[in-house]
T-cell receptor
Framework: GQNIDQPTEMTATEGAIVQINCTYQ??????LFWYQQHAGEAPTFLSY????GLEEKGRFSSFLSRSKGYSYLLLKELQMKDSASYLC??????????FGTGTQLKVEL | DVKVTQSSRYLVKRTGEKVFLECVQD?????MFWYRQDPGLGLRLIYF???????EKGDIPEGYSVSREKKERFSLILESASTNQTSMYLC????????????FGPGTRLTVT
């Protein structure tokens, strides 16, 4: 089976850096995704890691350690518009993604 | 850009009604998915399809069925809606080759009274 854990809520200050962690136990591993979801909207793709290490994309970076079953999403220079839910999802065997319950990030002034 | 559309953003139905939720994608994707999203439970997979007329159960298929008669269209059917099926329903699609990235539609918020 699949089990994915991430914090329920986080609060950070505009301009700061925040790290959202995700741990997983899965049968089969074909990569880890991060999605962003604003309230009332569909999830949108942020990043994909299949090999260990850091993937950087502008203000957002994502890290993966397969041996530890661990990933994090790093958001730099936080903006108010980054207030959203961040979903960690693992591609296991077959076609499926298994999602964590999401981390609600609140960015404050 | 990939576009996934869903037939309704908001829907209100009565208990016992048959409900159809439609999803259409325009990128010739082989795989399509139906999820429901509930507070504290995250996204849970109901059914998915990897080809026309093919379907597989996800994690919570009870009370639902699906139909995929054309590649671009994937329908979710609630045979007899119940109040515990009040939820946000999200459709997604992805290509059958290459990455696992899924593209989501805007969602349908279904309320069953």
């Amino acid at each position: 089976g699949q089990n994915i854990d991430q914090p329920t809520e986080m609060t950070a200050t505009e301009g700061a850096i925040v790290q959202i962690n995700c741990t997983y136990q899965t049968s089969g591993f074909n990569g880890l995704f991060w999605y962003q979801q604003h309230a009332g909207e569909a999830p949108t793709f942020l990043s994909y890691n299949v090999l260990d290490g850091l993937e950087e994309k502008g203000r957002f970076s994502s890290f993966l350690s397969r041996s530890k079953g661990y990933s994090y999403l790093l958001l730099k220079e936080l903006q108010m518009k980054d207030s959203a839910s961040y979903l960690c999802a693992v591609a296991g065997g077959g076609n499926k993604l298994t999602f964590g319950t999401g981390t609600q990030l609140k960015v404050e002034l | 850009d990939v576009k996934v559309t869903q037939s309704s953003r908001y829907l209100v139905k009565r208990t016992g009604e048959k409900v159809f939720l439609e999803c259409v994608q325009d990128m010739d994707h082989e795989n399509m998915f139906w999820y429901r999203q509930d507070p504290g439970l995250g996204l849970r997979l109901i059914y998915f399809s990897y080809d026309v007329k093919m379907k597989e159960k996800g994690d919570i298929p009870e009370g639902y069925s699906v139909s995929r008669e054309k590649k671009e269209r994937f329908s979710l059917i609630l045979e007899s809606a119940s109040t515990n099926q009040t939820s946000m329903y999200l459709c997604a699609s992805r290509t059958g080759t290459g990455g696992y990235e899924q593209y989501f539609g805007p969602g349908t918020r279904l309320t069953v009274t």
